[in-house]
């Protein structure tokens, strides 16, 4: 028992390497999911027709791919274009443009559970439309997307997983090395889910507390409360 | 303060139609500076197509509208410039949800007149003050009654400076027991001289704060005239059944 105390002791540096490579992947992808998913839901709510309908193409197209198919298709044909670029770049922007596609429907929703009318009385304050989008969109639709989006944060963090395929060395992939490399398969991997377990519940919890630090009273979906009170 | 012979805004002929519907039939009308003219008529006869084609919330299909001296309608005019001018009060308050009242008032200085941040405070402070809602400078839309949220939009319009006021059914959406306080406020604006067309069912105050009244049915100004004349002694017999309707409803015209 405790010489497999001191296995998983001894693997544990290499295991927070490998968290921290399935972070940065995170942290990554979601920032450009971020971008692109608030551009594709703000094309599709205010865009004008053919853009609308460009940006709905692209969302249901990444939505539609499996996310291993979609890696292995970037990274061979990456290469195959004669452009370099190393795994993790790549995995970045394949689990980006297929988290910004997600993203951008948590954005699309909760842009349209704006009521119109504050969008009516900006405008007529002489506000242009994008000073409404910044001042009066965006702060209500971001906040009434953080649930949204903290379930994302919990989806991808898992998908990064599928970067083993293409060689990243992130947390899945170390542990199947020191599995491998140790025969203690079962051990490793508990130590392994256990992490991604704290990643999670770390990730989640912090949103959460932001949620409520941003939290305002009456705006839609914010209080579990005020919700709790009346059903 | 007496109207003057200065006008503020005039309407040509003004035509708006949603689908095969023409919902504004060539609609005129003048306003002078410091008048407060009151728009009354059934529901659905589009009124409040006028009051936000005035400001191009709406775009109308022909006729043409001056604020003053410029022409809202040109394709040339700068819009945003135009509605920086004119304050809009809805019916349902439509207030910033996610920002403090303080805030809903001093947003337009901000980010549309660019006033520094203190002459922003300042100015916003004086308007709610105005309103009589010091005190809740700092609560959020949804902490407040409707009367109080209407009276923030109120302050919210006026703090642009604005040369005329549009309000469209401003109380229609209030409990009964708040809607003086906010008939009180646009009462004390009229005696100030603010310039303003408010539709309104509430014929005791278009007939004690308004220097005009306009009648419209169905895309159409039916009668025109001092509030005397179309309370005491309507010239149509349309504008006689439809007081007579309305002091039905609404248990006489002396709210
Ligand atoms: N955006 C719109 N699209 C289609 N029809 C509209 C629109 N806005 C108003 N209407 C129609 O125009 C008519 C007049 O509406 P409105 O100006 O709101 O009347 P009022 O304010 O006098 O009650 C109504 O029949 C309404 O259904
Ligand atoms: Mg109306």
Sequence with gaps: ?231 | MAVSSKIIVRVEDLHKRYGSEEILKGVSFTVRQGEALAIIGPSGTGKSTLLRCINRLTEPDRGRIWLEETEITSPHTDINKIRQQIGFVFQDFNLFAHLTALDNVRLGLLKVKKLPKKEATERAMHELARVGLAEHAQKYPAQLSGGQQQRVSIARALAMDPKLMLFDEPTSALDPELIGEVLQVMQKLAEEGMTMIVVTHEMGFARSVCDQVIFMEKGVIVEQGPPEQIFTNPQQPRTRQFLGKISELYGGAGR
Excluded at chain 1, 51 to 80: C, D, H, K
Aim: proline content about 4%; charged content about 15%.
């Design chain 1, 1 to 231: 028992m405790l010489d497999k105390l001191l296995l998983i002791w001894e693997s544990l540096p290499l295991l927070i390497r490998g968290a921290i490579v399935t972070l940065e992947l995170t942290m990554s992808l979601l920032a450009i999911g971020f971008v692109l998913g608030l551009i594709v839901a703000l094309g599709q709510v205010y865009g004008p027709r053919p853009i609308a309908m460009l940006m709905s193409g692209y969302e249901r197209f990444f939505r539609a791919m499996p996310i291993l198919v979609l890696l292995i298709v970037f990274f061979y044909g990456l290469a195959f274009l004669g452009v370099s670029l190393p795994a993790f770049g790549t995995a970045v922007l394949v689990f980006g443009l297929h988290s910004s596609a997600y993203q951008s429907q948590i954005f699309r929703g909760s842009i349209q559970a704006i009521k119109p009318g504050q969008i009516l009385a900006a405008r007529a304050l002489g506000m242009t439309r994008l000073q409404v989008i910044r001042y009066i969109t965006l702060p209500q639709a971001l906040r009434l997307a953080i649930p949204g989006w903290s379930n994302e944060y919990s989806g991808v963090l898992k998908d990064t997983s599928f970067a083993f395929a293409i060689g990243v060395t992130e947390l899945a992939r170390q542990g199947w090395q020191i599995a491998t490399r140790t025969r203690e398969m079962f051990l490793v991997f508990i130590s392994v889910a256990l992490i991604y377990l704290l990643l999670t519940y770390l990730g989640t919890w912090l949103l959460e507390l932001l949620e409520r630090y941003l939290s305002v009273p009456g705006l839609a979906g914010q209080r579990r409360e005020e919700h709790g009170r009346v059903v």
